[in-house]
């Protein structure tokens, strides 16, 4: 299943009936959550989808799926994904809103993961810069020692077309197709009341009858090192400054935040 027609292996079948698509803000647990839904027995078909394209990461170590993901990308549509996936089998991308994406993914059960911006837009610059990933040429973000002045120059750099990137991601939050996840709730900012909760209607909504077997998901897989696991959670106090947080909000950010439930 899901081989279009290469050498890279394929996904074991599974029992589950439905297929699955984790959309979610760049680092909001996406991985996170992949790691949940397999110990719940989904297969992971190993891409990463966009709306004209899809990364292939299957049969790579961690290290190389932390490399430059340039090599690996594919060029065939999101509509193809979604066609390709088997039920019991899912996949995971930063994929925008729109109408089209939304008829496209209804074949699936939709995840949308959300995390507050600022802190997400911070892990994603860790992310970057532990791995000495670029999104676009001369950056120099990456170059200052300081944390507090390495966000700033990374928000005038590239907070803008972040913030607008994200923005359409985030219109998710309002489809009434999925189940949505909170990155705080994930990670336990809540309690485990909340977090049981939120998972009980993650395990409604994937149709799975026992619903305390996403809670028990999530509390196996803490700890588990991922492909974009910065090494540690954002304190966002060592980073954020007055001047970042005019730009962010500048760039929309605060906008982007309270149509997600936050600010």
């Known amino acids: 299943m899901f081989d279009f027609g290469n050498s890279h292996g394929f996904v074991r079948e599974t029992s589950h009936r439905y297929p699955c698509a984790v959309v979610s803000i760049p680092k909001a647990g996406t991985y996170f959550v992949a790691e949940m839904l397999k110990h719940l027995g989904w297969a992971g078909t190993e891409i990463h989808a966009s709306p004209l394209s899809f990364t292939d990461y299957r049969n790579l170590s961690l290290a190389q ?16 994904v979604v066609q390709a996936l088997q039920p019991g089998q899912f996949f995971v991308g930063h994929i925008p809103f729109s109408s089209y994406n939304e008829r496209i993914l209804s074949r699936t059960r939709l995840i949308f993961i959300r995390r507050e911006l600022r802190s997400a837009l911070v892990s994603y610059m860790r992310f970057l810069h532990k791995n000495n990933r670029e999104m676009f040429d001369f950056e120099t973000w990456r170059d200052l020692c300081d944390p507090r002045q390495r966000v700033v120059r990374f928000l005038a750099e590239r907070g803008a077309f972040m913030v607008r990137w994200i923005t359409r991601i985030a219109d998710w939050h309002s489809a009434p197709s999925r189940s949505e996840l909170s990155f705080e709730t994930l990670y336990g900012d809540h309690g485990d009341d909340a977090l049981r909760q939120m998972l009980g209607a993650l395990s409604s909504h994937l149709g799975i009858q026992h619903r305390e077997a996403a809670f028990e998901a999530a509390k196996q897989v803490q700890g588990v090192d991922t492909k974009t696991w910065s090494g540690s959670r954002t304190d966002l106090s060592t980073f954020w400054s007055g001047e970042a947080e005019q730009l962010f909000s500048d760039a ?9 439930g936050y600010d």
Do not use: C, H, W, Y
């Open 65 to 80: 799926k932390r490399a430059d993901p340039r090599s690996r990308e594919i060029g065939f549509p999101l509509d193809f």
């Open 252 to 260: 929309g950010g605060r906008s982007v935040n309270q149509a997600m």
